[in-house]
C-alpha cells in the first residue's frame, strides 16, 4: 500500500534536453508564467479554507457556549497538525510530483472543510450527556479532529509551492518572485474574510465552510490540468543555465559530489546555525500573525463593539494592505540593502509594535482600519521572508521544500501558542492581556532578527 502510494507521487524522470534554443525559450516562457499563476491562485484558495475559522469564531462561541480558551484549542489543532506536517511534507513535496502533489492536498483540505461543518449536524447541543460526556464537549473535539485533518492537509501546499518556485526561478529573480507570490497569502485572507463574512452574516457559520470546500475541489482539478514538476520532466535544461546564471556554490557541490538527500538535509538544515535562528524567529512572527488573522474580528466585536460585518470589514484592510507591505520587503530588501534580509525584517517588526500600542489606545474606528492596514504590511513582511526566502537561501535548492517546511514547523509551533496563548489571556486579562502578548512577541522577535543582522556582516 505504502509503495504504491509513493509510486502515485514519485517525481517524474527528467526529459532528454531541447536542444532547439527557440523552443526552450518558447517553452520557458510559458510554463514560467503558467507555473507561477497557478500556484499563485492554488495557495489563494487554500486561505480560503484556512481563515474562514476567524469569521466563524463568533458564531461557533454563540451557539455552543465555547469559551475563548476552547476556541483558543480549536484554533491551535490545525497549527499543530499543521506544523508537524509542514515538515513531513516538506520532505515528502522534495522527491514529489508537484502536479499531483498539489492538488491532492487541495482536495483533502476540502473534504476535511466539508466534515468540519456537517460534525455538528447529528449531534444536538444540550445538557444531557453523550456516551458520558457533554455533548458539546463531543462536537468541540469533533471540530478539533476535523480542524486538524485540515491542517495536516493544507501544511503539503507550501512545499510543493516553494519546490516549483526554487526550480522555475533563478537566483538573481527569485526574490521578487517569491514576494510576488507570497501576495497569495494576503489575497487568499482577504477573500475569505469578505466572502466568509458575507456568508456567516447571512447564512450562518456553516456556510462559510461549505462554499470553499466546494470552491477548492473545482480548483483542484484545475490545477493538475495546469501545474508540472521540475522543468527537466519537461526536457528543458536546468533555470540557471537556461539564464547563464553560475548556480550557488553549495548547489553546485551537489551536483557533482553525489551527496544522498539526507547529507545534503543535514548539513544545510540541521546543521546550520542560521536556519535555526530564523525557525526560532518564525515563532514570534506567527504569533503576532495569527493574533490578528484569527483573533481581531473577535477583538473588535467585544472591546470596541463592533458589529460583525463592520470588524470583518476592518479585518479586511489587513491582508489588502499587507500585500503592498510584503511587496515592498521584496524590493527593498534587493534594491535598498543589496539582498540583505534582517535590516528590512527588523523595520518591519519596529513597525508591528507601534500598530499595536496605537490600536490599544485608539477611539476612533475610521482610524482602526489604518492601523490594521498598517500591521498587516508590517506582519506580512517578515512572515514571506523569514521561513521562506530567507530560508531557502539560507540552504540549498536541493532541500528546498525541506528547509522552508523545518522553519515552517517552527512557525505553527508560534501559531499554537498564538491561539492557545491568546484565548488564554483574554480569559485571564482581558484584550490588553492579548495585545500585550503579542506585543512581547514582536519584542523578541526583533531581538532575534538583530542577531541574524549581525551574521550577515560577517
Given at each position: 500500500m505504502a509503495s504504491k502510494f509513493f509510486e502515485f507521487f514519485k517525481e517524474p524522470p527528467s526529459q532528454p534536453v531541447i536542444e532547439d534554443k527557440a523552443k526552450v525559450d518558447s517553452m520557458y516562457s510559458h510554463w514560467r508564467w503558467r507555473?507561477?499563476?497557478?500556484?499563485?491562485?492554488?495557495?489563494?484558495?487554500?486561505?480560503?479554507?484556512?481563515?474562514?475559522?476567524?469569521?466563524?469564531?463568533?458564531?461557533?462561541?454563540?451557539?455552543?457556549?465555547?469559551?475563548?480558551?476552547?476556541?483558543?484549542?480549536?484554533?491551535?489543532?490545525?497549527?499543530?497538525?499543521?506544523?508537524?506536517?509542514?515538515?513531513?511534507?516538506?520532505?515528502?513535496?522534495?522527491?514529489?510530483?508537484?502536479?499531483?502533489?498539489?492538488?491532492?492536498?487541495?482536495?483533502?483540505?476540502?473534504?476535511?472543510?466539508?466534515?468540519?461543518?456537517?460534525?455538528a449536524v447529528f449531534i444536538t447541543p444540550g445538557e444531557f450527556t453523550f456516551f458520558g460526556l457533554p455533548t458539546n464537549t463531543i462536537i468541540l473535539w469533533l471540530f478539533v479532529f476535523f480542524w486538524g485533518a485540515s491542517g495536516w492537509f493544507q501544511s503539503a501546499g507550501f512545499p510543493a509551492v516553494a519546490?516549483?518556485?526554487?526550480?522555475?526561478?533563478?537566483?538573481?529573480?527569485?526574490?521578487?518572485?517569491?514576494?510576488?507570490?507570497?501576495?497569495?497569502?494576503?489575497?487568499?485572507?482577504?477573500?475569505?474574510?469578505?466572502?466568509?463574512?458575507?456568508?456567516?452574516?447571512?447564512?450562518?457559520?456553516?456556510?462559510?465552510?461549505?462554499?470553499?470546500?466546494?470552491?477548492a475541489i473545482l480548483v483542484a482539478i484545475w490545477l493538475y490540468n495546469r501545474l508540472r514538476d521540475k522543468p527537466q520532466s519537461l526536457g528543458l535544461p536546468d533555470v540557471e543555465s537556461y539564464r547563464e546564471e553560475v548556480a550557488v556554490k553549495k548547489d553546485a557541490g551537489c551536483e557533482v559530489d553525489n551527496r544522498s538527500y539526507l547529507e545534503v538535509f543535514k548539513e544545510n538544515i540541521l546543521f546550520n546555525k542560521t536556519i535555526w535562528l530564523l525557525a526560532i524567529a518564525y515563532v514570534f512572527v506567527y504569533v503576532i500573525r495569527f493574533g490578528a488573522e484569527d483573533w481581531m474580528i473577535k477583538y473588535l466585536s467585544e472591546a470596541k463593539a463592533n458589529s460583525l460585518e463592520l470588524a470583518s470589514l476592518k479585518l479586511s484592510s489587513l491582508p489588502l494592505v499587507g500585500i503592498a507591505g510584503t511587496v515592498c520587503a521584496g524590493v527593498i530588501s534587493d534594491k535598498v540593502f543589496k539582498g540583505k534580509r534582517a535590516p528590512v525584517n527588523l523595520i518591519y517588526l519596529i513597525g508591528v509594535v507601534v500598530c499595536l500600542v496605537l490600536l490599544k489606545f485608539n477611539t476612533i474606528s475610521t482610524l482602526d482600519f489604518v492601523l490594521i492596514g498598517l500591521l498587516g504590511a508590517f506582519t506580512y513582511g517578515p512572515q514571506m521572508m523569514i521561513g521562506g526566502l530567507c530560508a531557502v537561501e539560507s540552504s540549498s535548492k536541493k532541500v528546498a521544500s525541506a528547509a522552508t517546511g523545518f522553519t515552517g514547523t517552527f512557525g505553527y509551533v508560534g501559531a499554537v501558542l498564538s491561539a492557545t496563548g491568546t484565548g488564554f489571556m483574554v480569559d485571564k486579562f482581558g484584550w490588553n492581556g492579548a495585545l500585550s502578548f503579542w506585543i512581547a512577541s514582536a519584542v523578541i522577535c526583533i531581538v532575534i532578527c538583530i542577531m541574524l543582522w549581525q551574521n550577515e556582516k560577517k
Open positions: 507555473i507561477f499563476y497557478s500556484c499563485f491562485i492554488g495557495y489563494t484558495v487554500f486561505y480560503l479554507c484556512k481563515k474562514n475559522i476567524a469569521v466563524a469564531l463568533p458564531g461557533l462561541s454563540e451557539e455552543f457556549n465555547f469559551t475563548n480558551t476552547e476556541l483558543g484549542l480549536l484554533g491551535s489543532s490545525l497549527y499543530l497538525t499543521y506544523g508537524i506536517g509542514k515538515f513531513v511534507n516538506g520532505v515528502l513535496a522534495d522527491g514529489s510530483d508537484v502536479r499531483k502533489f498539489l492538488p491532492t492536498a487541495l482536495i483533502m483540505t476540502a473534504i476535511a472543510n466539508l466534515c468540519f461543518a456537517l460534525s519546490k516549483s518556485l526554487t526550480y522555475w526561478y533563478s537566483n538573481s529573480e527569485r526574490g521578487t518572485k517569491w514576494s510576488l507570490w507570497s501576495c497569495s497569502h494576503q489575497m487568499g485572507t482577504f477573500l475569505s474574510v469578505i466572502v466568509s463574512g458575507f456568508l456567516v452574516a447571512h447564512y450562518g457559520w456553516r456556510m462559510a465552510f461549505f462554499v470553499p470546500g466546494t470552491i
